[in-house]
């Protein structure tokens, strides 16, 4: 077959394809100084991966669109945390918890008050019972505080910015049914013992992390536990 004149390369063939260089988003990101009109494939930019040009400022999909992010996975850093959950309906969120506990030890705080927008679960609480759910943490470390503006726990999980809340139930066990990998991250501070929940049992009583039984409940104004704050990405 005779080359099309205006090309450089001219590949015919009826049974094979153009095979590009293929990388992770992190490998393309290493290359220095890429010149404009650089094709590759990531191989992990999206749910199953895409062809990536260079445009002279940025790396974009094919149609010119922004480059899709790699998937999070468990263990990954985001958002200055660690990814101890992904969210099954859309994988490109999740929620993180942060390197290390707030310093100190903190009580429940609101003794003898039933926070009126915290649904009280039962006990032991069950997965899709309110207040308990993973995504609940934040609307009921933001409900503790409109009633109860000096609670210790929830105010010490803010203490990391306005985005940063004091977990769920479930979201505290997933955080401790994923421990392994996400302690395995560089810098990640460990897990404690006894640890803060943001999920109501009723007026005096909380559900949190004992060390002894795993699932406890927890007397708002008798003990004082460790804070590992939570924020989604």
């Known amino acids: 077959t005779i080359p099309n004149p205006s090309a450089a390369l001219d590949i015919t063939s ?14 393309r990101n290493s290359i220095s ?12 930019c999206g749910a199953n991966g895409e062809l ?3 445009n002279g400022t940025a790396f974009t999909a094919i149609d010119g669109s922004a480059a899709a992010f790699p998937l999070p996975a468990i263990g990954d850093v985001r958002a200055n945390g660690v990814v101890f959950w992904v969210d099954p309906t859309n994988p490109y969120q999740g929620l993180v ?3 290390t506990d707030v310093v100190g030890n903190y009580m ?12 009280n679960v039962p006990f032991p609480p069950a997965y899709t019972d ?3 759910r993973i995504g609940d943490g934040n609307s009921n470390t933001t409900n503790i505080l409109a009633s109860c503006p000096s609670a210790p726990a929830a105010l010490a999980a803010r203490t990391l910015g306005a985005d940063w809340f004091l977990p769920s139930w479930f979201e505290l066990e997933e955080m401790f049914l994923n421990r392994v990998v996400i302690e395995a ?4 501070s460990p897990f404690g013992t006894d ?3 943001s999920t109501e049992f009723n007026p005096n009583y909380y559900v949190g992390y004992h060390s002894q039984n795993f699932t406890g409940l927890i007397h708002k104004g008798t003990y004082s536990f460790k804070v590992r704050a939570v924020r989604a990405f």
């Open 195 to 197: 640890y803060n929940s």
């Open 130 to 132: 309110v207040g308990a």
């Open 52 to 54: 990536n040009i260079f």
């Open 108 to 119: 429940w705080g609101c003794n003898g008050t039933d926070i009126p927008s915290v649904a």
């Open 97 to 99: 918890c942060s390197f």
């Open 14 to 27: 009826t049974t094979q394809g153009f095979l590009p260089p293929r990388m992770t988003a992190a490998q």
């Open 185 to 188: 991250v560089s810098g990640f």
């Open 33 to 44: 100084n890429p010149s404009a009109g650089l094709m590759l494939w990531c191989s992990d």
